[in-house]
């Protein structure tokens, strides 16, 4: 006879934690299985050790930008230091704590692969190669994260290459560190590399800007920020063949111009895919779209079949740890036959920030998509260098602030800062976003002085001046 629960979530990362916890909480019994370890790509080789490489050397340099301090400042960066920092924040790479934080929960852990064995059933093959029949009486959570995706250039996948894994698991920083893809883990890992002590990191990026989807005037400033650090940008440069000398010697990559680029040590980081191919999709009738990802509609089902969700990255709607969480209790909620309100999942008011020095953080639409959607926008900007909180952080403190307002409803619909420590601004954008707070509204919520904070106040005086 088939184990049975409520609810029974393939996948124990952050969206599935999270899924189940909310399941249990409303009363219903549930089983999580997990075939690697429990917490998931962020915990492990995504949001948290690419942070705690990040933030050592991003307080250095923020400590040199004020003149008074930065004589303080004496000997090298401690890489070694930095590396324990990051180990520490795996747990180095042992689950035993997430796992008893679902035992604490009354969530039952089940180790294994599972996979669809036909409509709520779900099959789990141990390490041993033992099969485990599950059943579940209310639904099917699918939170089974994304991998990094292998684009089909010749050689690469013969070359021995890094992905995120490889980057944030790191022994040693490699001297010369060539990065494919000018995407979120690409210039955030080449930052971290070059500021740890390579000598040599090129990014090769084939589009004409770095983070592509948002504004453009955000690769413009973060291409100058690397730049500075003696980071090379290669954009729109395609690469055409990868090969390696041997296991372990030079990689080089070919561009479509002829020219060769060699590193140590090639990053991989041009995109995702979902772990999809093995999860018995088939025996359901479900085929995953492109990239292995699954759709679902707004309330996270797979049409066609109410009992089975997918949430987080796998169905490909925010590839962000924050977007799959909120996805998750959402999902925990409704399974309980919580009545719940998606009509902001996914669409509207998506938060992002890229912890590169300086940082970048945006919800909502760029006024391109903006326009693309059919709103009538007015777009305003400001350097928050300009505000006394901005002077204030240090010599060269500069960056932008963008904000993207529908004028018929006189809302702000998309939102974007570049500058030192901006992802703690972006809550205030996210709320105006998701409760369609009116400017004439935001007149009267008063920004604190002297803080960075302080650009909305100009940005609001900019639509002022300009008779929204």
Known sequence: MPHTYDVIVIGAGPAGENAADYAKQRGLSVAIVESDLVGGECSYWGCMPSKALLRPTEALAAVTRLPAAASAVTGEIDVDAVLRSRDAFTSSWDDDGQAQWLESVDVELVRGHGRLAGERVVEVTASDGTVTRYEATRGVVLGVGSRAALPPIPGLAEATTWDNRDVTEMKEIPDRLLVLGGGVIGVEMAQAVRRLGASEVTIIEMLDGLLANEEPFVSAELLTALEADGITIELGARAEQVARDGTDGPVTVTLADGRELTGDELL????????????????????????????????????????????????????????????????????????????????????????????????????????????????????????????????????????????????????????????????????????????????????????ISEVWLRLLEQVRAQEL
């Open 268 to 451: 991989v980081a041009v995109g995702r895919r979902a772990p999809t191919d093995d999860l018995g999709l088939d025996t359901i009738g479900v085929e995953p779209g492109r990239g292995g990802f699954v759709e679902v509609d707004d309330h996270l089902r797979v049409p066609g079949h109410d009992w089975l969700h997918v949430i987080g990255d796998a169905n490909g709607r925010a590839l962000l740890t924050h977007q799959g969480k909120y996805q998750a209790r959402l999902v925990g909620d409704a399974l309980a036959g919580v009545d719940v309100d998606p009509a902001w999942a996914d669409h509207d008011a998506v938060p992002r920030v890229v912890f590169t020095d300086p940082q970048v953080a945006a919800v909502g639409l760029t006024e391109r998509g903006a326009r693309e959607a059919g709103h009538d926008v007015l777009a305003v900007s400001y350097d928050i260098g300009h505000t006394a909180g901005g002077a204030l952080h240090g010599k060269g403190t500069s960056g932008t602030a963008q904000l993207v307002i529908d004028r018929g409803s006189r809302t702000i619909v998309g939102a974007t800062f570049v500058g030192p420590g901006v992802g703690e601004m972006l809550h205030a954008a996210t709320i105006a976003i998701v409760s369609e707070v009116t400017i004439d509204r935001l007149w009267h919520a008063v920004p604190a002085f002297p803080t």
